[in-house]
């Protein structure tokens, strides 16, 4: 069920994601060949607290980590560990936080210096993907609309959805 929110908490959620946006940013800047993903769990982790909020992952459902690192053909969820990012990777990093009360919540893919053509359309298309989606963010739209915008799209370039991580909602609660 998809609850309204207040002024208030849209702008709490707000507060959780810019902290989520601007770490993302930080921890993409950081993204190299030789860079293990320890090192970037540690860059996000600094982030959050130095920025009065708690990384959400750490300890939910006992996940070790404040950032999940998903490598190459790891699909959402890896947990960081010493492996080096080599040129040709990619790396999904998923990061969230929790502050005042609220989530933010957000995930970006990076390629580690220069990649496969594959690999460099994968990410173009799963972004472009997300800016059909949320031009369906629409009143009188259903989440159904939102979806179909994405697989459709991403399905029209011969990539597909993982089902059962298509997203959630945010505010209160992580999931």
Same mark, same amino acid.
């Given at each position: ?17 810019? &902290? ?48 999940? #690192? ?8 890896? &947990? ?28 970006? #893919? ?66």
């Amino acid at each position: 069920m998809i609850y309204l929110k207040t002024e208030q908490e849209i702008l709490k959620i707000k507060k959780s994601s810019q &902290i989520v946006a601007l770490g993302l940013e930080k921890i993409r800047k950081q993204v190299k060949p030789g860079m293990t993903l320890l090192e970037l769990d540690s860059i996000a982790e600094e982030h959050a607290l130095s920025n009065g909020a708690i990384p959400a992952f750490k300890g939910y459902h006992a996940y070790p980590a404040s950032l999940c #690192t998903s490598v190459n053909s790891v699909v959402v969820h890896g &947990i960081p560990n010493s492996y080096k990012l080599v040129e040709g990777d990619i790396v999904g990093l998923d990061y969230g936080v929790y502050c005042e009360g609220f989530y933010g919540d957000s995930a970006i #893919t990076v390629a580690v210096g220069t990649v496969s053509e594959t690999a460099d359309k994968l990410i173009n298309v799963t972004k472009q993907s997300l800016f059909k989606g949320i031009s369906e963010a629409l009143p009188g739209n259903r989440l159904g609309d939102i979806g179909y915008a994405i697989q459709s799209f991403a399905e029209s370039f011969g990539f597909s959805v993982v089902r059962n991580f298509v997203g959630h909602g945010i505010g209160k609660k992580l999931h």
